[in-house]
């Protein structure tokens, strides 16, 4: 048995969103998210800008949507 924690799988809502609207995703690995949504944008067809940040004591990245 390991005591590993993993990353949930996400789902970004970069459809619904407009420009300048912004998500925060908590996780224990801000940079392997950072990639995660970076990827996930450019299949989207959408630019973003991630910021890796501790909001209310939680470490995560928020996520811009610029284009």
């Not at 989207?44 to 284009?67: F, H, P, T």
């Amino acid at each position: 048995m390991t005591n590993e924690l993993t990353e949930p799988e996400w789902i970004f809502p970069f459809d619904f969103m407009g420009v300048g609207d912004s998500f925060f995703v908590p996780t224990l690995n801000p940079t392997n998210m950072v990639y995660v949504i970076d990827t996930r944008a450019k299949v989207a067809k959408c630019k973003v800008r991630i910021s890796i940040l501790v909001e209310d004591d939680c470490l995560g990245v928020r996520v811009w949507k610029i284009a």
